[in-house]
């Protein structure tokens, strides 16, 4: 199978482009592409210059090229017009039947999605991703009031980078709390964590995903031990059960699932949205 | 103007459909919109469901709703039929056209762009983002050989949030190294620094809004005064300008504008995408 460059063309971030055109290429799973990104194309000459480098590419490829345009603004799109390949254009698709439904024109304008920036939402994210690093891994407990999610889970179940994509796409308070092997023997839920039990979270992990994440990071000692990791997995598991907590494996789930998983299970709102 | 309700559906995370929902919709800025998503709908029961929610909104609103749908599985997407209102299907939409051009059947199997995990590209995402922690604040230099690129600039210029995006979304090792007042005072690229001037790249930021940002974390003292924040960020500036380190506004920037911005004009590669 000939070998295809995909480009992902924008008058902004490019950051939709390749969302949106990822999702669809993933449902061709044989098929291998080569992708480029050309964002911020918000001038005639900077259209004109891609047009070259997607044409040129074309020529020497001799397979057309698949290109996804956010390009919104009506004089840069109309003079994007590359001589072969695919253009899959989601703006031109899109709008003209979201105008007559809405009985509104569009702005037609650029950096409305990621561009310029509405401070309100620049200040949430930025508020949530700083609650975050600071109650990341137990740091900090006595900001759980403000906690919109508490995450726990044995070291290393996916806690920390969970918490942060919530706070950077959906400007959620997300903390978490790690686990001890004390708190494990005890078979009780730490104090701290106790007069919050309605917004915890439990995730979970196969033991042997665990095991191999832990010795990459310590490779000796009891911290990476079958027995250990078997041990703390299942303690976490029965904790969770004892106090009726949710909770989630991650051993094959992507953080974006992850992150949407909580939300649906506990009806957290989304404070902004990506 | 009657508001509407706009659903994003899916039988996976709904994180494409929520992005092309957003992008299209900021187009229609005098219009307000209530925003549902309803993700993980991959049963015909839960199908049914999320009909009669969609449903029974659209009664009591005496609007149609507005439908962002990506689900994939085709005997889903069949019965997924809202009585009225704008379906917008993003795979139905797209996927024949790929499919001619490709000449290949798409394999409408869902989890594949936000869902079942790949797990290498997980890994990525996980060591960059320990990476970005680890190499926080000037933390920790001496991995800086490991780092694909280091943002340098003063205390809230937008540094950390910049580098965990990079980290999340595109997998990009991205430490970061906050400039204080005494190096500022030197004029001079801190020693750290100075093996790694090829890869450091700049933020900055208006003294106003710098202003503004320091004093919610301290109200009081010269960390946040007029005077202390306008030296700063000249002397930075000036410290980009005498090394010829390219850098960035952030203050009229979202965090998808910043990472794209440096990744375009440095060409480090996106080691993942989104």
Redesign the interface.
Known sequence: MSR?TVFFVSD?????A???G???L??????EFD?V?L??LDTIDKVDQALKEIDAKADSQGA?P?IFS?L?QDHLRKRFAPKT??L?D??N???P??ED??H?K????SG???????SG??DQ??DA??FA?NN?DGARTRDYDRADIILVGVSRS?K??TC??LA?TYGVYAANYPLSEDELDTGALPKVLQPHLHKIYGLTIEPRRLRQIRRERRPTGRYSTTQQVSFEVRAAEELFERYKIKFVDTT??????L???I??NTGVE?RI??
């Not at 094959?252 to 699932?257: G, L, T, V």
Request: hydrophobic share 35%; glycine share 6%.
């Open positions: 295809r902004q971030t490019g950051v939709t390749e969302t949106l990822h999702s669809l993933t449902q061709f799973e044989a098929q992708q990104t964002p911020f057309g698949i956010t919104v390949g695919l899959i989601f703006f698709t899109f709008l039947s979201l439904e809405l509104a569009s702005s037609h304008k409305r999605a990621h561009g310029l920036v509405d939402r620049y994210r930025i991703t700083n690093l990341d996916g920390t980078p942060l994509y950077l094959r789930s992507s953080i974006e699932e992150a949407s998983t939300l649906s989304r949205r990506p």
